[in-house]
């Protein structure tokens, strides 16, 4: 299904400001999604990215239902407009965090690592807006018919838990399995990356990496500044062996971590307890050596810090100018 846009005036800037459904059923004004990165996308970053007009999101990561709870209220705190929360299904208090979302009165639940269809009844009967991440055509379809609002279509170019397909494949074969909204997410970082969505059949976007970088992403500088230095070979894929590989910046970690993988000395249990807690190293400490810094491909992209709203109005101004020119390249 191509979700098609259209393009309104922006007087106020002198603009086009491009639009899809989503918008107006979300409560945003741009079509695009703060990825729900674990330890990173806190109240501050979300409440920031909704301001923007876009969605933010908090990321219940493996966190218990006290800190969601007061990640909720802080943004409530932060902007009167609509965020949503992450539910990690993996998490030992996925059951939980399930239910401080309808208690919290939370419109927009997006879900990752897993199958939502424990949570799905209550979440709809509350009048929350569930949006899985999908890796396959076969989970859109599965999370489609227990009654999801839309998809988030998300690529192996993407930072953190990927999936096998890339977003150029995979998005547009979502887009013709479902009859809901898709969003495309991984490897965006940019209007060129928006507009590429649009044209694969999505109606809007999620951005995890280029957030990591916001002025209000209360990450570790040192986190930042391995994105801003990033190349375009410096991501690295770990954990397959594990059933669950994520995608993250080459370090002394994660070479580590890749080597023992192929090691057959080493046991799977002890694999996971190498890393376990690196992704904190990395987001709350820094830790250049032993930290797991998430990151997507598109990180060699991103060359500055900039508030959320910056980055939100460049990349749709850069989509629009590109979608305005789609016609010359046609000659």
Known sequence: MSCGF???????????MITTKLCEALGIDYPIFQGGMAWIADASLAAAVSNAGGLGIIAAMNADANWLREEIRKARELTKKAFGVNVMLMSPFADEVAEVVVEENVPIVVTGAGNPGKYMKKWIEAGIKVIPVVPSTAMAKLVERSGAFAVIAEGGESGGHIGE??????VPQVCDAVKIPVLAAGGIADGRGIAAAFMLGACGVQCGTRFLVAKECTVHQNYKNKILKAKDI?????????????????NQFSREFLRQEYNPEMTDEELERMGSGALRKAAKEGDEKNGSFMAGQCA??????????????????EAEQILNQASSFCR
Not at 165 to 170: A, D, G, W
């Open 165 to 170: 397909l890339t977003t150029m494949t995979l």
């Open 300 to 317: 060699a992209m991103i060359h500055q810090e900039q508030t959320a709203k910056e980055m939100i109005e460049e990349m749709f101004q």
């Open 234 to 250: 410096d991501t690295i894929s770990t954990g397959r062996r594990l059933g669950h590989p994520i995608r993250c910046l080459k």
């Open 6 to 16: 259209c393009l309104m005036i922006e007087t106020e800037r002198g603009f086009c």
